[in-house]
């Protein structure tokens, strides 16, 4: 060091000071998408929260976030040596395509952990289901790939250990449709029961009272309601006492 300059200990401060702040000027339209993330997860832990059904395919989701996370924090942490990776236009698209992933996977979380909306949207039931987590998946590790977040990518075993977890949730839906479908089906043969008997000509009164009445010529008795029975007399309904 020359005898003429002085030593400013303050001096490698500031340097650092400016190229945080030129590095935070670069980063600033990346800000809004990082928050996307926090508020998917937010959103993700809120649905597993009320999910009727499908828990663990809602828990799966949130795990492939929660590392994407974890990547953004770091990769904030660290915007001195990222500069390079923020003045790339196809950092700024390949994020604009994640918030559109982040989007379908909270939509996707929605419809299938509620049962109307899983009747409604998922017509083919669990092999709908199975094929709509995949392309949401597929597209979300594409993405992931682009930006580098390279731990949001799973092995082979992590993706049999996640697909498990689908399959199981899908089996468990499988059989509470099947049950819903059976108790439909009663309900619908109720009713068709009761119509047929409104629409059809009746005797009613107490057997006892019915003069004309045979009852051994009442077929097919049933009891309809506590003490009352219905059948069928040659060909017409008759409901009695």
């Known amino acids: 060091m020359s005898e003429n300059t002085k030593y400013d200990p303050h001096l490698k ?3 650092n000071e400016k190229i945080f702040k030129i590095v935070n000027d670069v980063a600033t339209p990346f800000f809004p998408f990082i928050g996307a993330i926090t508020n998917t997860l937010k959103s993700l832990l809120k649905t597993f929260r009320n999910a009727k059904c499908n828990r663990k395919i ?4 949130i795990d492939r976030v929660k590392i994407v996370k974890v990547a953004v924090e770091s990769l904030q942490r660290e ?5 390079v990776f923020f003045q790339k236009q196809a950092s700024y698209e390949a994020w604009i395509r994640f918030t559109a992933v982040l989007k379908n996977i909270e939509k996707f979380a929605e419809q299938v952990t509620q049962l109307p909306t899983v009747r409604k949207t998922f017509h083919s039931g669990g092999e709908s289901i199975k094929e709509t987590f995949d392309k949401n998946i597929k597209e979300f590790e ?3 790939h682009e930006l580098q977040f390279v731990l949001a990518i799973y092995s082979h075993a992590q993706r049999e250990m996640e697909s498990e977890k689908i399959i199981s949730d899908i089996k468990n839906l499988t059989q509470i449709m099947n049950k819903f479908k059976d108790e439909v089906m009663n309900n619908l043969i109720q009713i068709s029961i009761y119509k047929n008997c409104l629409e059809q000509p009746r005797i009613e009164g107490n057997i006892n009272d019915s003069h004309g009445i045979d009852p051994l010529n009442i077929k097919e008795c ?8 219905k059948g069928n007399y040659f060909g017409t309904q008759v409901v009695y006492r």
Request: glycine residues 4%; neutral net charge; contains cysteine.
């Open 13 to 15: 401060s500031k340097h």
């Open 58 to 61: 809602c828990s799966a989701l």
């Open 79 to 83: 915007q001195p040596g990222n500069e």
């Open 142 to 144: 594409e993405v992931c």
């Open 222 to 229: 049933n009891r309809f309601k506590d003490s009352i029975f």
